[in-house]
Each structure stands twice: as structure tokens, then as C-alpha cells.
């Protein structure tokens, strides 16, 4: 029965991992145009370097995946995956195209504890919205 327990306590904790439902469904991940994000829904933000998979169009958090918060950049609210760290943006990003973890974007639902993971804008303005 204590095996059981352990073993129930690991799945519900992921392990450890940080694999939330956002970083299951890729928020956040690395990407290169629309179809390289995993969910229908996605886009790929080439604003940012290296792309930014992310969900558009959110009113509030509860519109996005757990593990990411609506906020809003560039004028257009996305669902970005949270973070504690650094290291919890960048488990599907390349070393050249880490993420920050910040809590200086506007968060629509007002949450002034929250952070979440934002890579460093490419200078390209322009968001594929090729169908994903």
C-alpha cells in the first residue's frame, strides 16, 4: 500500500519534471512557422528569436492551458507558459534561443505573482498565421 502511495504521489507531481499541461501541449516551444507548433490553436510568434509557440486570443487565464497566463505583448493577448526559473522555459528551446522568465508583461487577470517565459524579440514584427 505505501509502494502504491509513492508511486501515485510521483504521477501527480510529474516526476519532477515541469512537464505541466502547457508544456505538454508545447506552449512556449521553439518554432519556426505555425506548423511546427504541436496544438491546433498555436501560432508561431516570429517576433520572437527562435519563434514562440504560443495560444492567441485568450480573455483570461482560465482560457489557457494550465501552466501559462494570459498576457498581453505586442498589442495581443497570448497564453505564455509560467515559469518559476529560467530553467522551466526552456525545456523545448535551444540554448541560442533560451527564454527569460519575467513578470514585466501585462497579465490580463491582474496576477502580480506570476512570471512567465518570454525569449528576446527578433525584430521581425510579423506572426505567421499559416493554419497549424
Do not use: W
Not at 62 to 88: E, H, I, M, R, W
Amino acid at each position: 500500500m505505501r509502494r502504491l502511495l509513492c508511486v501515485l504521489v510521483l504521477v501527480i507531481c510529474g516526476c519532477g519534471s515541469n512537464q505541466n499541461a502547457a508544456n505538454q501541449v508545447g506552449v512556449g516551444a521553439q518554432c519556426g512557422m505555425t506548423s511546427d507548433c504541436t496544438t491546433s490553436g498555436e501560432v508561431c510568434l516570429t517576433e520572437f528569436k527562435g519563434g514562440y509557440c504560443g495560444l492567441s486570443g485568450c480573455l483570461h487565464d482560465g482560457d489557457c492551458p494550465q501552466g501559462s497566463a494570459c498576457v498581453t505583448d505586442n498589442g495581443t493577448n497570448f497564453c505564455f507558459l509560467v515559469c518559476g526559473t529560467k530553467t522551466d522555459c526552456n525545456l523545448h528551446r535551444s540554448l541560442e534561443n533560451e527564454s527569460d522568465c519575467t513578470s514585466s508583461l501585462p497579465f490580463v487577470d491582474g496576477d502580480a505573482n506570476v512570471k512567465v517565459c518570454r525569449p528576446p524579440d527578433s525584430g521581425t514584427v510579423t506572426t505567421d498565421a499559416s493554419p497549424g
